[in-house]
T-cell receptor, first 111, second 114 residues
């Protein structure tokens, strides 16, 4: 089975940097994904890690350490529109390839 | 990435009725899923829609309540049967295009039961 933990809520200031952590336990790790979900909308894909290290996409970066079962999403130069829920999801090769989603971290960006 | 069209986008229904939600993808995909997201909560997987065979349901979800069809690799439907206020939720269709690809989501169906 899988267990995914991420903080429930975080607050940060516009223009700052914030790091959202995710820890997981899985039987057959086959990729970790981060999604952004604004209130009342569907999740949108942000980043994907399958190998250890950092993946950078503009203001967003995601890091993975498979040995530690750990990932983080780094958001730079925060903007008000970044206020949203951020979901960590892990794909398990032993679970018919299905992904399990964490409960999400609600990020509030303040002026 | 695949373009997913889900409809209706929202509906208000009477208790005891049923509603069918449609999900159309612009390309053939291996796996299609149906999720529920209740207010303030994360995604809960209802079932995996299997092409040409019965859907695979997660614990707590049954075919009689949530019948699913998947006649081909680009289309699926989810029916919410005999609705009660507890079924008020967002229902999301999702597709997985395989190794190295993320899941993508339709825009969701916001369902309210009176």
């Amino acid at each position: 089975g899988q267990n995914i933990d991420q903080p429930t809520e975080m607050t940060a200031t516009e223009g700052a940097i914030v790091q959202i952590n995710c820890t997981y336990q899985t039987s057959g790790f086959n990729g970790l994904f981060w999604y952004q979900q604004h209130a009342g909308e569907a999740p949108t894909f942000l980043s994907y890690n399958v190998l250890d290290g950092l993946e950078e996409k503009g203001r967003f970066s995601s890091f993975l350490s498979r040995s530690k079962g750990y990932s983080y999403l780094l958001l730079k130069e925060l903007q008000m529109k970044d206020s949203a829920s951020y979901l960590c999801a892990v794909r398990d090769s032993t679970n018919a390839g299905k992904s399990t989603f964490g409960d999400g971290t609600t990020l509030t960006v303040k002026p | 990435s695949a373009v997913i069209s889900q409809k209706p986008s929202r509906d208000i229904c009477q208790r005891g009725t049923s509603l069918t939600i449609q999900c159309q993808v612009d390309s053939q995909v291996t796996m299609m899923f149906w999720y529920r997201q209740q207010p303030g909560q994360s995604l809960t997987l209802i079932a995996t829609a299997n092409q040409g065979s019965e859907a695979t349901y997660e614990s707590g979800f049954v075919i009689d309540k949530f019948p699913i069809s998947r006649p081909n690799l680009t289309f699926s439907t989810l029916t919410v049967s005999n609705m009660s206020p507890e079924d008020s939720s967002i229902y999301l269709c999702s597709v997985d295009q395989g190794e190295g690809q993320p899941q993508h989501f339709g825009d969701g169906t916001r369902l309210s039961i009176l």
